[in-house]
């Protein structure tokens, strides 16, 4: 499967965006779906997740109270509403699947299907 990240854009501090999330060539409703980051000259790093059903979710310390994590499995998508950006998450962000189903994990080495990922520029 191949995940596909959408939604980026360049916002001031303070702005919202919502990123989307789709999956070509395997339905990914089984799959638990994580939002990662890579910021210029730092390493990857974990955003959220969301489990194959949706009911489970967990949240960076960073991002957490400003982001959410969503899905909707009839239509195949998985969503990140980040409100109150700052300077610090602009990134470039991946959305990935686990590889296994019905898993919950954060760990990066478990998650397939890393996409081109979508650019998030936070400016004043």
């Known amino acids: 499967v191949q995940l596909q990240a959408s939604g980026g854009g360049s916002v001031q501090p303070g702005d919202s965006l919502r990123l989307s999330c789709a999956a070509s060539?395997?339905?990914?409703?089984?799959?638990?779906v994580g939002w990662f980051r890579q910021a210029m000259e730092k390493e990857r790093e974990f955003v959220a997740a969301i489990s194959w059903s949706g009911t489970g979710t967990y949240y960076a310390d960073a991002v957490k109270g400003r982001f959410t994590i969503s899905r909707d499995n009839a239509k195949e998508a998985v969503f990140l509403q980040m409100n109150s950006l700052k300077l610090e998450d602009a990134a470039v962000y991946y959305c990935?699947?686990?590889?296994?189903?019905?898993?919950?994990?954060?760990?990066?080495?478990?998650?397939?299907?890393w996409g081109q990922g979508t650019l998030v520029t936070v400016s004043s």
């Open positions: 990935a699947a686990v590889r296994d189903p019905e898993t919950f994990t954060i760990s990066p080495a478990a998650y397939v299907g």
């Open positions: 060539g395997r339905t990914f409703n089984k799959y638990t």
